[in-house]
């Protein structure tokens, strides 16, 4: 038995020709679909990278106990039960998470592994000069952002390219090994991830007329940009898609050529989508996980039922993925996965599932029977109680610090960590999800989820079957208070949140903060919040309105940006009732100081 698995990062299905889109140049898409099961309602479940990834692994959701983070000692590996069990286990990729502090022990699970470097900000090439940056749109100009330019000197020529020299390491194995039995590759590219780069060739398909400032890396944030613009990221994403497609369709000529066919599984697959303008958003993470982001494409060819050219309706999620393979090689999962093999769904559509858990760590949780799409936020305004546990602490790139750390406790093992305590640690979510409230979606009469539900018969039946899945997920007892549902009995009337959050989620859809607006100088909302930290007086303003988060991971990630942008970046954190109250302080900070001028730069 032989598989192969191509996994795209942030691959949005709405530009897909098998799912519906007449617009963009992706004909190995098309050809793909002609050769597998389509799967018309895949859903992803711990976003984003990495949570996904630690799914892909273990076949259990993640992200109500923990954030972007390594494996962890106790986690079922599905790369590392299949090479224990004799099957040759291959990792190529580009996807430079799986060398970070956060993603540190994936790619060891694989027998054998190679990495091609220079994606997203990758710190690969070492220029003590700053490099020459084009007039660009882009809000966030951190390290990651000088890197990339320096990384794309190095990418002159479309073969030097990370995804290109990705898939041909994958082909190189395919070649290799095609004559051999028991082997499972996985190809797993960044791309289109952000930032959309890419070549003349992919981007002639997308011609427009556009005379604007660079923009290929859109920040996670609400859209301020012009429809001009706007479009332009659009086809600077699709030329990607464009590239992705060629790098899809050498796959499958190798497919055709080694008649891997025969006795060789595929999987096409993704992590997540993203928002490119719709919703009024760009990215992922903030706002709710829209089915742009989490209603993700699902390709697979199943050599025993040989099914082809044919669609799937029955509900999946990424956790089916590693038991799909462990089925398939004959490997027995383990009590604790909660994914389900998909050979019978392939084969004819028989469902493994009634509903799908989604969501990130300290945001909405979600749920969705494949019609309807529930999406619960916080009861309470602050978010809180919220709580890691884990025994690898560790953010995306950093190790969590001794001020996170002071607080932590010993608490007493899930039913998954194997008889293991685990560190409780105070936790930090990158937004506010009770500032876009709770929403209740039909698909089938809006598929764009624009108009949000209040129907309390039908929020009860999706709440019962959201606390369904926590309990079946282990979710900690801090989930249920933070959400404001039960830990155990029925779900009553009481329990319901649209109708009492609408409010805010009318007003989350509103445009950001103008500028204009707010007073200018030295201490003021205008200011970078790092440089607001090096002042006592406005240190201690921020510290009385958002004192937790200054401690974890956001003040870093958030460090050049002014409280302006973050109220962009992250609704609900920095609404604009308070962001006016702390702009009034730090005036009045200023004037207590006498100081203007004296703050010191923090960067």
Same mark, same amino acid.
């Given at each position: 038995m032989k598989a192969v698995m191509v996994m795209f990062d942030t691959l949005n299905r709405r530009?897909?020709?098998p799912y519906g889109a007449d617009w963009t140049h992706a004909p190995n898409f098309t050809r793909l679909a002609e050769r597998t099961a389509t799967f018309d309602t895949c859903y992803a479940g711990s976003m984003p990278c990495m949570p996904a990834r630690r799914e892909l692994h273990t076949g259990r959701h993640n992200f109500l106990h923990r954030g972007w983070g390594p494996l962890e000692p106790f986690d079922d590996s599905v790369p590392q039960m299949l090479t224990e069990s004799g099957v040759y286990t291959h990792l190529v990729t580009d996807h430079q998470h799986y060398w970070e502090d956060g993603g540190a022990t994936y790619h060891g699970r694989y027998r054998t592994f190679e990495f091609f470097r220079g994606q997203e900000g990758d710190p690969w090439k070492g220029h003590v000069a700053d490099p020459e940056i084009s007039e660009s749109l882009r809000v966030r100009r951190g390290e990651a952002w000088r890197q990339d330019w320096v990384n794309r000197r190095y990418l002159a020529d479309e073969a030097d390219h990370p995804q290109t020299r990705t898939f041909d390491a994958g082909l190189e194995f395919l070649r290799t090994n095609h004559g051999e039995d028991g082997w499972f590759l996985q190809i797993e590219t960044f791309d289109p991830h952000e930032p959309f780069f890419s070549y003349p060739r992919h981007k002639e398909r997308y011609p427009h007329a556009y005379d604007g400032p660079h923009f290929d890396w859109p920040d996670y944030k609400q859209v301020v940009e012009t429809?001009? !613009?706007?479009?332009h990221a659009r086809y600077e994403y699709a030329a990607l898609l464009t590239m992705c497609d060629r790098s899809l369709g050498r796959v499958l000529d190798t497919m055709d050529e080694l008649a891997l066919w025969d006795d060789t599984m595929l999987i096409v697959c993704t992590d997540h989508g993203l928002l490119l303008g719709e919703h009024g958003w760009w990215g992922k993470n903030v706002q709710p996980w829209y089915d742009e982001t989490i209603h993700t494409p699902l390709f697979v060819w199943d050599p025993r039922s040989r099914v082809q050219g044919e669609r799937r309706a029955s509900l999946v999620q990424t956790i089916d993925l590693g038991p799909t393979l462990l089925e398939y090689f004959g490997v027995d999962r383990t009590p604790d996965m909660q994914g389900r093999p998909l050979r019978q769904t392939v084969a004819d559509d028989t469902p493994v599932r009634e509903a799908a858990l989604f969501g990130a760590f300290g945001g909405h949780v979600s749920v969705?029977?494949?019609?309807?799409?529930?999406?619960?936020?916080?009861?309470?305004?602050?978010? !809180? @109680?919220?709580?890691?546990y884990t025994l690898m602490p560790a953010h995306m790139r950093g190790l969590f610090g001794p001020a996170e750390l002071k607080n932590a406790e010993l608490t007493p093992p899930f039913p998954f960590t194997k008889e293991v305590p685990l560190l409780r640690v105070p936790g930090h979510a990158m937004s506010n999800p009770y500032a876009f409230g709770t929403l209740l979606f039909d698909l089938d009469t809006d598929p764009g989820q624009e108009?949000?539900?209040v129907d309390d018969a039908l929020e009860l039946r999706m709440t019962a079957l959201l606390v369904e899945q926590l309990r079946a997920a282990d979710a900690p007892l801090d989930q249920y208070e933070r959400l404001g549902? @039960?830990?155990?009995?029925?779900v009553i009337d009481e329990h319901l949140l649209v109708q009492k959050q609408r409010a805010q989620a009318e007003a989350s859809r509103q445009p950001p903060p103008r500028p204009e607006n707010f007073p200018t100088g030295p201490l003021s909302v205008h200011v970078p919040l790092c440089d607001l930290l090096t002042h006592p007086g406005a240190a201690a303003v921020l510290r009385e309105h958002f004192a937790t988060l200054l401690d974890g991971p956001f003040a870093r990630m958030a460090a050049d940006l002014s409280l302006l942008q973050i109220a962009a970046f992250a609704v609900g954190l920095l609404p604009a009732a308070r962001l006016h109250t702390i702009a009034t302080e730090l005036s009045e900070a200023e004037t207590r100081s006498g100081t203007a001028g004296s703050i010191h730069r923090g960067r």
């Open positions: 530009f897909l020709p429809e001009e !613009q706007v479009d969705t029977d494949g019609r309807y799409v529930y999406m619960r936020a916080c009861a309470n305004p602050f978010n !809180q @109680p919220l709580y890691e108009a949000p539900l549902l @039960p830990e155990s009995g029925p």
